[in-house]
Antibody, heavy 121, light 110 residues
Framework: EVQLVESGGGLVQPGGSLRLSCAAS????????MSWVRQAPGKGLEWVAN????????YYVDSVKGRFTISRDNAKNSLYLQMNSLRAEDTAVYYC??????????????WGQGTLVTVSS | QSALTQPASVSGSPGQSITISCTGT?????????VSWYQQHPGKAPKLMIY???KRPSGVSNRFSGSKSGNTASLTISGLQAEDEADYYC??????????FGTGTKVTVL
């Protein structure tokens, strides 16, 4: 059974940093693109970033470029999101998601339960 | 990277069929056969319902179907059931390994 378990969320002040983690199990982690998707309170879903199987390619939504960094450790079956210079508008539940495509990124087949990040003074 | 446009709400009675539209542009929905649909119940993680425009993952009811015409994708739920009441989001590949989600539609079963 595919499992994705996020951790690392919490309350942080504006301008601060936070590192999210996603522990994966039940599949060959190194074979899939992985993504972070967020959802602000009462709002819709927003794709944030993704990373290729070997970590050689990374892509971001414009609003987080230069502030967030996605990474992965295939030996530890883990996905990460380093978030710097956090703003109030980054407040959201952050979901880890596994792609369903066999080659390039195509859709989000499996999701974690999410971790809440609150940016507030 | 503007969000795809969905109606804010759609409702129907049990047993009826409803259709949710998802309008994008020639840079996303219109250019790729990579539209997916997600169901989200309150407080829960999203669940994949349709991928590659019209394919259903294993375990998803055949009451759910997807299609696309030009820059607009659609999700149809036939034989509406109480358990279908949820938020639904479309998502499209937008080129260069990026994605854009729809604004979301709240489905109410009357």
């Amino acid at each position: 059974e595919v499992q994705l378990v996020e951790s690392g969320g919490g309350l942080v002040q504006p301008g601060g940093s936070l590192r999210l983690s996603c522990a994966a199990s039940g599949f060959t982690f190194s074979s899939y693109w992985m993504s972070w998707v967020r959802q602000a309170p009462g709002k819709g879903l927003e794709w944030v970033a993704n990373i290729k199987q070997d970590g050689s390619e990374k892509y971001y939504v414009d609003s987080v470029k230069g502030r967030f960094t996605i990474s992965r450790d295939n030996a530890k079956n883990s996905l990460y999101l380093q978030m710097n210079s956090l703003r109030a508008e980054d407040t959201a539940v952050y979901y880890c998601a596994r792609d369903g495509g066999s080659y390039g990124p195509e859709y989000f087949q499996h999701w974690g339960q999410g971790t809440l990040v609150t940016v507030s003074s | 990277q503007s969000a795809l446009t969905q109606p804010a709400s759609v409702s129907g009675s049990p047993g009826q069929s409803i259709t949710i539209s998802c309008t994008g542009t020639s840079s996303d929905v219109g250019s790729y056969n990579l539209v997916s649909w997600y169901q989200q119940h309150p407080g829960k993680a999203p669940k994949l319902m349709i991928y590659e425009g019209s394919k259903r993952p294993s375990g998803v009811s055949n009451r759910f179907s997807g299609s696309k015409s030009g820059n607009t994708a659609s999700l149809t739920i036939s034989g509406l059931q109480a358990e279908d009441e949820a938020d639904y989001y479309c998502c499209s590949y937008a080129g260069s390994s990026t994605f854009v989600f729809g604004t979301g539609t709240k489905v109410t079963v009357l």
